[in-house]
């Protein structure tokens, strides 16, 4: 028994923190809101192929239906039941879907809501997504079943029964966020229909979670829930293969709840990352790109064996969640691309990129009054596919980052130098900096407001090589600048600070 427990712990504490990645892949992406059918196609057109990782994809569960305002893409954040029908389509095309993806070697990695069900004043009725009936004011969910014993109200001590205050934490863990009926995952009953719906997913074949809302759920809680899911599915992983669990918990400091009561049990979001990082590109409060030289956890970030970091995320691109104006986003490319580029090369935690969809913004003081429109959709909130131009861009407003050159190459460059420590840091003291990752790969950029040139160690042998943010390697030609490194290892850049994109990177794969 005693040995037993030992295992279990072991298991716990080694497993969870692998995104379980295959054959040197290292980064996952964000097809926020996309159908399975244009994911699986994806993985099998475009991400196996560049060296993406896997893929984190919308909620799958089923979810309630809201009309006023029309589809919003929260309210798939709402569930009514584990059933895996949505608007990113049903349970087959989930099945399809996550059969292609491994079969090329791309994860799946699932956006599990589990704290909560529906909104309190969802209504009754079967306005939800697989037509499951449900009664929100009743607290009655027949799809799961739920029924209003297995919610947490009775414990949550505030008079509107919301969060009202994020330095009271048992307010933050047994109250409801923004209305939503907040589950009582103490009851054994309630931890099982949980693992069972996550089990359900890892027999299908998916390789991980995203676990929504951590901050609202107690650490013992999940990792009882944690505690009973199953190995990954031996078909695609290798036996003994623990599901990769990144929180989402928002922790930039300033509220009890800590990230680090989470770390234990698998890997957390870090969101001081983007909001620190966007301050940084934009110039702000006086921060400069040579102040990255300790970035990581010099900066009062979680070890990087336990972060999944992002330059925005779903909520933060729209302002919600947290991070406030300093986020980056597509909507900023030129600067998105620099940080992007940054996170991607920078040896700190796993990486997530973003791919978003295009919406009409109207902002108003800051804030933008339309943060709640829903994917590119034809009527009755039926998600429009992603269609793909000529030019290997995305059509139907989904504005697809992970395609763009620039980002997917540097997908590419960090799987080229995987292991690799930092190496050879220079900075101007400035807006210009430049490293390598040991002798596998080098960056360097310009972010100042005058041009640069420059001779630096890059720490590779010696050759000519293609930079893969101006161009690409195709063939034995390069579409962009050329760098020749000597056989001392130097090399000569020259960025201007009006070019497009003011950042070169040159690595291992892109000698010429
Ligand atoms: C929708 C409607 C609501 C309605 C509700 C129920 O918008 O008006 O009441 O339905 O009918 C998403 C949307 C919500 C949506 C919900 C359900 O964002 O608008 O509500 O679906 O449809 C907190 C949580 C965090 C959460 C984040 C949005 O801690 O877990 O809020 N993110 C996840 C998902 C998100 C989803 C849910 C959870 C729910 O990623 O998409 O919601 O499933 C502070 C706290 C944070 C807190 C934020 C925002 O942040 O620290 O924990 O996040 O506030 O309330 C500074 C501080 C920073 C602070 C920030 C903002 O930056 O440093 O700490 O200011 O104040």
Avoid at 219 to 234: E, F, M, V, W
């Amino acid at each position: 028994m005693k040995l037993l427990i030992l295992v279990t712990l072991l298991g716990l504490s080694s497993a969870q923190f692998s995104p379980n990645t295959r054959s040197g892949r290292t980064s996952i992406v964000h097809l926020f809101e996309w159908r399975w059918a244009d994911i699986a196609a994806e993985c099998e057109r475009y991400l196996a192929p560049n060296g993406f990782g896997g893929v984190q994809i919308s909620p799958p569960s089923e979810s309630i239906v809201v009309t006023n305002p029309s589809y919003p893409w929260w309210q798939r954040y709402q569930p009514i039941s584990y059933k895996l029908c949505s608007r990113s389509g049903n349970e087959n095309e989930l099945r399809d879907m996550i059969t292609r993806c491994n079969n090329v070697g791309v994860n799946i990695y699932v956006d599990a809501v589990i704290n909560h069900m529906c909104g309190s004043g969802g209504g009754a009725g079967t306005h939800s997504s697989c037509g499951t009936y449900f009664n929100a004011n009743t607290k009655e969910f027949p799809g799961v079943p739920y029924s209003a014993l297995d919610f947490n109200d009775s414990k949550c001590k505030t008079g509107s029964g919301e969060i009202e205050n994020y330095n009271d934490v048992n307010q933050v863990r047994n109250c409801r966020l923004v209305g939503l009926l907040d589950l009582a995952l103490e009851k054994d009953y309630v931890r099982g229909k949980v693992a069972d719906y996550m089990n359900k997913l890892i027999d299908m074949g998916v390789a991980g979670f995203r676990v929504d809302a951590c901050k609202h759920m107690w650490p013992g809680d999940l990792s009882a829930i944690y505690g009973r899911l199953k190995n990954l599915n031996t078909k695609w992983f290798s036996s003994g293969s623990r599901p990769f669990i990144f929180q989402e918990v928002i922790d930039l400091g300033g509220e009890p709840i800590k990230a680090s009561e989470y770390t234990g049990l698998g890997r957390v979001t870090e969101f001081k990352y983007g909001a620190k990082l966007g301050n940084v590109v934009r110039k702000w409060n006086g921060e400069k790109l040579s102040y990255l030289k300790n970035w990581g956890e010099g900066w009062g970030m979680m070890p990087t064996g336990k972060a999944l970091v992002f330059v925005d995320n779903h909520d933060n691109q729209r302002g919600h969640g947290a991070g406030g104006a300093s986020i980056l986003t597509f909507w900023d490319a030129r600067l998105y691309k620099i940080a992007t580029g940054f996170m991607l090369a920078h040896p700190y935690g796993v990486t997530r990129v973003m791919s978003s969809y295009r919406w009409n913004r109207n902002i108003v003081n800051g804030q933008d009054r339309n943060d709640w429109i829903g994917p590119p959709s034809s009527s009755g909130g039926v998600t429009k596919p992603v269609t793909i131009n000529s030019d290997s861009t995305c059509g139907n407003d989904w504005v697809c980052e992970h395609r763009w050159r620039q980002i997917k190459n540097m997908v590419i460059f960090r799987n080229v130098v995987n292991g690799q420590p930092l190496s050879n840091w220079w900075d101007n003291g400035n807006n210009m900096i430049a490293f390598g990752r040991g002798n596998r790969g080098f960056i360097i950029i310009n972010n100042d407001t005058w041009s640069m040139d420059i001779t630096l160690n890059t720490g590779l042998p010696g050759g000519t090589y293609c930079d893969v943010i101006s161009g690409q390697k195709e063939g034995s030609r390069c579409t962009g600048k050329q760098v020749t490194v000597g056989s001392d290892g130097r090399a000569n850049f020259k960025i201007s600070n009006s070019d497009q994109d003011p950042f070169i990177a040159i690595h291992a794969s892109s000698k010429l």
